[in-house]
């Protein structure tokens, strides 16, 4: 099947299964430990029930809205996924400008494997930086820079990765950070070969925003003990200050997942929450991000936007979030399937699927205009 036959995200999956090398397509098909809170924030979407409505007109229908006062064609932004650049080669830039012609937001993970310089060398219009605080704070003020030099329009700062969740097929699989290659890698990726010829098409196959920028990172393997030991396990809100001040632009605070948090994050200054558990990889057995979405909503009201990601397959589940009061949702893993199937023709097939899915869905739901829904648009005790 050819990425334009691909009809839904799971379409585009089996297509990346088969493309992508064994042990990055299980990086990012993964959670941590029994994959519970990954499964569940897929299956929690199905539980939630659609009210349909008929006779009523469903013509000139719009799903353009706004996340942190920008223009987008659908509340839909790519999520930050490291070691994007593995799905495929060149995978950020790729990814980047998809969502640039789609008219999406595009966020380039810290752990990228190209680098803030080579996604702004191939866009025009501003994307969004996603920053892990490592204990180097001297490597964080330049990265911070170095997002605002390119001009990054929102920062998007992740908070439930202090420490690494563990995820048992990357342990299996001997995937380590950056990517180092053993027999059976080679042989995994020998039976690759259309993602083999164009990875050696390219020269970025490690961490791009890390390498040649931390002090004493100077080759792979003092990159890889860098990456193992620099995340800061004494991140606190106090944090949030500093960070907000060095950078001075639209800021996200990304992995709430508890109403305290939530309120806690309304003096922090953010100008957005992702109410989010890491797509399941971090701490397993944790509730899903659509089943604590609406109390999460109740605990900021309207004095932060609150937005969404986890478990998003289809552009129905879009719809729901946005139900619930989600101002925007993110996609990771359906982008990297997208990415995985077919480059950048793929991640731009993963948004029109989900752009189709989602103007069907609010057409039967008698809707026109996205930013009209609400939860009466969902049926209550099912
Ligand atoms: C392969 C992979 C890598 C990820 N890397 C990062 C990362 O570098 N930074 C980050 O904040 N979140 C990262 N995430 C989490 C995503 O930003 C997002 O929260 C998650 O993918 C949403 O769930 P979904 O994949 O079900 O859409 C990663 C997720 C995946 C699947």
Redesign the pocket.
């Known amino acids: 099947m050819s990425v334009e036959q691909a009809l839904t995200i799971a379409d585009l999956k089996e297509r990346a299964r088969r493309r992508v090398p064994k042990m990055f397509f299980d ?2 098909d993964s959670g941590a430990w029994t994959e519970g809170t990954y499964r569940a ?1 897929e299956d929690d979407f199905h539980k939630v029930k659609l009210r349909q409505r008929v006779l009523v007109d469903m013509s000139n229908r719009s799903l353009a809205s706004e996340m942190i006062g920008e223009k987008v064609s659908m509340p839909v932004a790519l ?5 994007t650049g593995m799905q495929h080669a060149d995978g950020e830039m790729l990814a980047a400008q998809a969502a640039e012609e789609f008219g999406v937001p595009f966020t380039l ?3 990228s494997i190209c680098s803030i310089e080579d996604v702004r060398s191939v866009t025009t219009k501003p994307f969004w930086f ?1 920053l ?1 605080v490592m204990q180097d704070k001297d490597f964080v003020h330049n990265l911070i820079d170095r997002a605002k030099a390119a001009g990054c329009s929102a920062l ?1 700062l ?1 908070l439930d ?1 202090q420490i690494l969740g563990q995820r048992h097929k990357d342990v299996r699989n001997g995937l380590s950070a950056p990517p180092r290659f053993t027999p059976k890698h080679l042989w995994q990726m020998a039976t690759r070969p259309f993602w083999c010829l164009d990875m050696l098409g390219t020269k970025r196959r490690t961490f791009g925003n890390i390498l040649g920028h931390a002090k004493g990172v100077t080759d792979l393997s003092s990159l890889s003990s860098w990456t193992t030991e620099q995340f800061d396990p004494q991140l606190s809100w106090k944090d949030i200050e500093w960070i907000r001040e060095r950078w001075g632009g639209k800021l996200i605070l ?1 992995g709430i997942l508890d109403e305290e948090d939530a309120r806690m994050s309304l003096g922090s200054g953010a100008d957005a929450i992702i109410v ?1 558990n ?2 399941g ?1 971090q701490l397993d057995g944790a509730a899903s991000s659509i089943s604590m979405l609406p109390r999460i909503v109740d605990a900021v009201g309207d004095r932060m936007e609150v937005h969404l ?4 397959r289809s552009g129905q589940d879009v719809l729901k979030a946005v139900c619930y009061g989600a101002r925007g949702t ?5 982008f ?1 399937y997208g990415l995985g199937a077919g480059g950048k023709a793929g991640v731009r097939r993963a948004l029109e699927i989900i752009h189709k899915e989602l103007d069907v869905t609010m057409a039967l739901c008698g809707e026109r205009d996205i930013r009209n829904l609400s939860r009466e648009n969902l049926l209550r005790d099912v």
């Open positions: 990086y990012a924030n999520a930050p996924t490291g070691l993970s810290t752990m996603q892990y998007v992740t990765l990304k989010s890491h797509g990889r990601d986890g478990g998003i993110y996609i990771g893993r359906p990297l």
